[in-house]
C-alpha cells in the first residue's frame, strides 16, 4: 500500500527566509510524485511534478523539489518566501501499477511573516 | 486556464438526508475522482471514474456512496443518508491520461452533517 508523510503540520517563518518541507513517500514501484498547494479559500493547485528524468523539478512561483529514491523523498524548496506564500502544502505520490488515485500527505501549513 | 468546478461551496443538511455535490470537470478530460478531507486529517481518496464506470473505490466509498455523469459534463456524488461522520470538504478532479494523471482539484464543498 502507498503512503506519503509530511514531517511538519506548521511552519512560521518571516519574509525572505528560505522554505524547506519534507515529504517521504512507501511505494515499491514506478511512482509519480507531486505537490499542492491551497490558498486559503481556493482550490487545490498543482506547484510540480515528477514523472523521471532530472530529479530536480521546478515548479511554479519559483519552487522546486528534488526526488532521491535512495531516501523515498521529494522535499520541496523555495530559496526565499513571501507574504503571499502563505497556503497549506501537499504531498501526493501515485503508483502506476496501484490504480489511479493520488495518495497524499498531511499537508503543512505555512505562516509566512510580513 | 481549464478549472474544475463544484457546486455547492457549502451545503449544510440533516442526518439522513440525501446530498448531491456537483462538479463540472475539465472539458477534455476522461479520468474523474471525488476525495474528501475530514477536519484535520489527511485528503482521502473515495472513487475515481473512467468510460462511465467505478474504475476504483475506496474502503470509505460503501452502499451510501454512488456516483454518476448523468449528461456528459457534470460529475456528481451522492450520499443516499448522511451521516455526522460524512461532515467534510469533498474534492473533485479530473486528469487527461491515466500516465502521467495530472489531477486538477476543485475548490471542494463543504458538507457540515448536523
Known amino acids: 500500500a502507498q503512503s506519503v508523510s509530511q514531517h511538519n503540520h506548521h511552519v512560521i517563518l518571516s519574509e525572505a527566509a528560505s522554505l524547506e518541507l519534507g515529504c517521504n513517500y512507501s511505494y515499491g514501484g514506478t511512482v509519480n510524485l507531486f505537490w499542492y498547494v491551497q490558498y486559503p479559500g481556493q482550490h487545490l493547485q498543482l506547484l510540480l511534478k515528477y514523472f523521471s528524468g532530472d530529479p530536480l523539478v521546478k515548479g511554479i512561483k519559483g519552487f522546486e523539489a528534488e526526488f532521491i529514491k535512495s531516501k523515498f523523498s521529494f522535499n520541496l524548496r523555495k530559496p526565499s518566501v513571501q507574504w503571499s506564500d502563505t497556503a497549506e502544502y501537499f504531498c501526493a505520490s501515485y503508483g502506476r501499477a496501484a490504480g489511479n488515485k493520488l495518495t497524499f500527505g498531511g499537508g503543512t501549513r505555512v505562516l509566512v511573516k510580513p | 486556464e481549464p478549472e474544475v468546478t463544484q457546486t455547492p461551496s457549502h451545503q449544510v443538511t440533516q442526518m439522513g438526508q440525501e446530498v448531491i455535490l456537483r462538479c463540472v470537470p475539465i472539458?477534455?478530460?476522461?479520468?474523474f475522482y471525488w476525495y474528501r478531507q475530514i477536519l484535520g486529517q489527511k485528503v482521502e481518496f473515495l472513487v475515481s471514474f473512467y468510460n462511465n464506470e467505478i474504475s476504483e473505490k475506496s474502503e470509505i466509498f460503501d452502499d451510501q456512496f454512488s456516483v454518476e455523469r448523468p449528461d456528459g459534463s457534470n460529475f456528481t456524488l451522492k450520499i443516499r443518508s448522511t451521516k455526522l461522520e460524512d461532515s467534510a470538504m469533498y474534492f473533485c478532479?479530473?486528469?487527461?491520461?491515466?500516465?502521467?494523471?495530472?489531477?486538477?482539484f476543485g475548490a471542494g464543498t463543504r458538507l457540515s452533517v448536523l
Open positions: 478532479a479530473s486528469s487527461e491520461d491515466r500516465a502521467k494523471n495530472i489531477q486538477y
Open positions: 472539458s477534455n478530460h476522461l479520468y
